[in-house]
Protein backbone atom coordinates (compact mmCIF):
# COMPACT_ATOMS: atom_id res chain seq x y z
CA UNK A 1 0.00 0.00 0.00
CA UNK A 2 1.34 3.44 -0.73
CA UNK A 3 1.39 6.31 1.06
CA UNK A 4 -0.97 9.04 1.29
CA UNK A 5 -0.46 12.76 0.95
CA UNK A 6 -3.58 14.33 2.57
CA UNK A 7 -3.15 18.42 3.35
CA UNK A 8 -5.72 19.79 5.61
CA UNK A 9 -5.52 23.40 6.53
CA UNK A 10 -4.00 23.73 10.21
CA UNK A 11 -6.95 25.93 12.09
CA UNK A 12 -6.66 29.26 13.24
CA UNK A 13 -9.92 30.23 14.58
CA UNK A 14 -10.77 32.19 11.74
CA UNK A 15 -11.45 28.85 9.59
CA UNK A 16 -14.75 26.69 10.37
CA UNK A 17 -14.10 24.52 13.26
CA UNK A 18 -16.10 22.14 12.38
CA UNK A 19 -14.72 21.55 8.70
CA UNK A 20 -11.30 21.42 10.28
CA UNK A 21 -12.87 18.28 12.90
CA UNK A 22 -14.34 16.46 9.91
CA UNK A 23 -11.05 16.24 7.86
CA UNK A 24 -8.76 15.94 10.94
CA UNK A 25 -10.94 12.90 12.10
CA UNK A 26 -10.23 11.19 9.30
CA UNK A 27 -6.78 11.15 9.46
CA UNK A 28 -6.37 10.04 13.24
CA UNK A 29 -8.31 7.06 12.39
CA UNK A 30 -6.40 6.41 9.20
CA UNK A 31 -3.32 6.51 11.51
CA UNK A 32 -5.11 4.35 14.23
CA UNK A 33 -5.00 7.43 16.25
CA UNK A 34 -8.67 7.22 16.94
CA UNK A 35 -9.13 4.72 19.88
CA UNK A 36 -8.06 7.91 22.64
CA UNK A 37 -10.75 9.87 21.76
CA UNK A 38 -14.06 7.32 21.31
CA UNK A 39 -16.20 6.43 23.96
CA UNK A 40 -14.99 2.94 24.31
CA UNK A 41 -11.07 2.81 25.41
CA UNK A 42 -10.78 -0.35 26.82
CA UNK A 43 -7.62 -2.21 26.07
CA UNK A 44 -3.66 -1.91 27.37
CA UNK A 45 -3.20 1.11 29.46
CA UNK A 46 -0.07 1.23 28.60
CA UNK A 47 -0.70 1.04 24.39
CA UNK A 48 -3.55 3.65 24.75
CA UNK A 49 -1.32 6.26 26.55
CA UNK A 50 0.89 5.89 23.45
CA UNK A 51 -1.87 6.48 21.30
CA UNK A 52 -3.14 9.45 23.45
CA UNK A 53 0.52 11.29 23.14
CA UNK A 54 0.44 10.12 19.06
CA UNK A 55 -2.98 11.58 18.71
CA UNK A 56 -2.00 14.79 20.73
CA UNK A 57 0.43 15.70 18.61
CA UNK A 58 -0.60 15.16 15.63
CA UNK A 59 -3.55 17.50 16.69
CA UNK A 60 -1.10 19.97 17.71
CA UNK A 61 0.36 19.54 14.49
CA UNK A 62 -3.01 20.74 12.50
CA UNK A 63 -3.22 23.89 14.64
CA UNK A 64 -2.29 27.35 13.87
CA UNK A 65 0.36 28.76 15.87
CA UNK A 66 -1.81 31.18 17.61
CA UNK A 67 -4.29 28.51 18.59
CA UNK A 68 -1.34 25.94 19.89
CA UNK A 69 -0.90 28.70 22.24
CA UNK A 70 -4.60 29.08 23.80
CA UNK A 71 -4.36 24.85 24.29
CA UNK A 72 -1.01 24.71 25.34
CA UNK A 73 -2.47 24.36 28.74
CA UNK A 74 -4.07 20.86 27.66
CA UNK A 75 -2.32 17.81 28.03
CA UNK A 76 -4.59 15.00 27.48
CA UNK A 77 -6.37 14.93 23.42
CA UNK A 78 -9.47 14.83 24.75
CA UNK A 79 -8.80 18.42 26.11
CA UNK A 80 -8.10 19.67 22.72
Do not use: Y
Request: charged share 25%.
Amino acid sequence: MSAMNVKIDKFSGRNSFGLWQIKVKPLLKQQSLWAPLSKDKGGDAAEMATLEEKAHSTILLCLEDEVIIEVSDQTIVAGL
